[in-house]
């Protein structure tokens, strides 16, 4: 169990006082922030542009899914060059994953304005892919120090990647329920991810400006992000590792595909756990209460549907096999090819 020491700020216009709380953080020293974001975001960098002032030491609008190697070198070459005191990461878990990678050898502290429901933001885990590889691992040195949350940023993000990336958030609280390394704290945030996101993310498909629920739907994401940090994650994890990194299917879909099989494949080894995840849906069921909100998120597609072809089916199998991890029911090659046969 890891707590990251960081200062959390919520609130509808808080990244307006972004540079001020950036100061805090750099004191004495003047802050010199390296933004770092996905390509495309525009209206939320001159955002947070106009709160940084002259604090801004640089712009890097590369971060990409899965944080290749090459970005993370382009930006360590950008911080030789622009020494700055602090990485601001706006945007999801690309730019809060490059900001760890970077971090992860230059040893600056990170500030992020998440702006999906990630969750990465309250996590030391950090990822790097190097060709076909996605090596991940655990250092409390690269998790945030300080995070602001400003549902006014989550707006614009479109109603399908709002429902996918819930979706994602859901999954790590899921999991966080059925670790046997969480305990309470991991545990109840769990339980009020669950129940935040469960019901902002109908809201926010329905209508994606619904300043409300975008504001539920940031403390479920927060939430799970804390559940995440707090406890090991389980077979549902490392299925999506090996389809997002191997196969190539898209992050947050893949959660939402995956999640409702894995839950009932595990569900005879967690009885508590699943009425906890049942109650919080409102459901009587915890894979059926699943399967059921990614219906009602236009979530309910295939691993087919993703890319997954039949073929690759014993291959992921074999991989999902290939390293031990925690999770309530032992899983076999043949356990898990049947679980993906159900999913595709
Ligand atoms: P992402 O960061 O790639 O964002 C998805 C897309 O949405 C991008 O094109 C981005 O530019 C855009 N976007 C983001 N916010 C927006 C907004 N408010 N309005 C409009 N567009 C917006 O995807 P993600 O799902 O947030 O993160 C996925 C990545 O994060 C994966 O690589 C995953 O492995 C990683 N992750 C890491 C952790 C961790 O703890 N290390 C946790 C969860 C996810």
Redesign the pocket.
């Given at each position: 169990m890891q707590h990251p020491q960081a200062r959390v700020v919520f609130g509808a216009g808080s990244a307006a006082r972004l540079g001020e709380e950036l100061d805090l953080l750099s004191a004495p020293a003047e802050t010199r922030a390296l933004v770092l974001?996905?390509?495309?975001?525009s209206v939320?960098l001159s955002t947070i542009a106009d709160a940084l002032g002259h604090r801004v030491a640089g712009i890097c609008a590369c971060?990409?899914?899965?944080?290749p190697v090459e970005r993370v070198r382009e930006v360590i070459i950008d911080v030789d060059r622009l020494s700055p005191n602090v990485l601001v990461a706006l945007?999801?878990?690309?730019?809060?994953?490059l900001a760890?990678a970077v971090a992860l050898e230059c040893r600056l502290p990170i500030a992020a304005v998440p702006?999906?429901?990630?969750?990465?933001e309250?996590?030391g885990?950090?990822?790097i892919t190097e060709g076909e590889q996605k090596r991940?691992g655990r250092d409390p040195g690269v998790a945030p120090r300080l995070v602001v949350y400003d549902p006014l940023?989550?707006?614009?993000?479109?109603a399908d990647?709002s429902a996918?990336?819930g979706m994602?958030a859901i999954a790590?609280a899921v999991e966080a329920m059925y670790a046997a390394d969480a305990g309470p704290i991991a545990t109840s945030a769990a339980d009020k991810a669950i129940r935040l996101l469960a019901s902002a993310l109908p809201r926010i498909v329905a209508r994606p400006d619904d300043l409300e629920a975008r504001t539920m739907a940031l403390q479920g994401a927060h939430a799970a992000?804390v559940a995440?940090?707090m406890a090991s994650m389980g077979l549902h994890h490392k299925i999506c590792h090996v389809l997002?990194g191997t196969f190539g299917l898209p992050?947050?879909p893949t959660h939402a595909a995956v999640l409702p099989h894995v839950v009932a494949f595990n569900a005879p080894a967690a009885p508590l756990a699943m009425d906890r995840i049942a109650n919080a849906l409102g459901a009587n069921d915890a894979s059926e209460g699943l399967a059921a909100l990614n219906r009602t998120l236009g979530l309910n597609f295939t691993l087919a549907d993703l890319g997954l072809r039949a073929e690759d089916v014993n291959r992921s199998a074999v991989l999902i096999v290939s390293s031990s991890y925690t999770n309530p029911r032992p899983v076999t090659q043949d356990d898990a090819r049947a679980l993906l046969m159900r999913a595709l």
């Open positions: 974001t996905t390509p495309g975001r939320a971060a990409e899914l899965h944080v945007g999801g878990g690309s730019a809060v994953g760890k702006t999906t429901y990630a969750g990465s309250m996590t885990i950090w990822g991940t940023l989550t707006l614009t993000l479109p990647v996918a990336s994602n790590h992000g995440l940090n997002g992050h947050a």
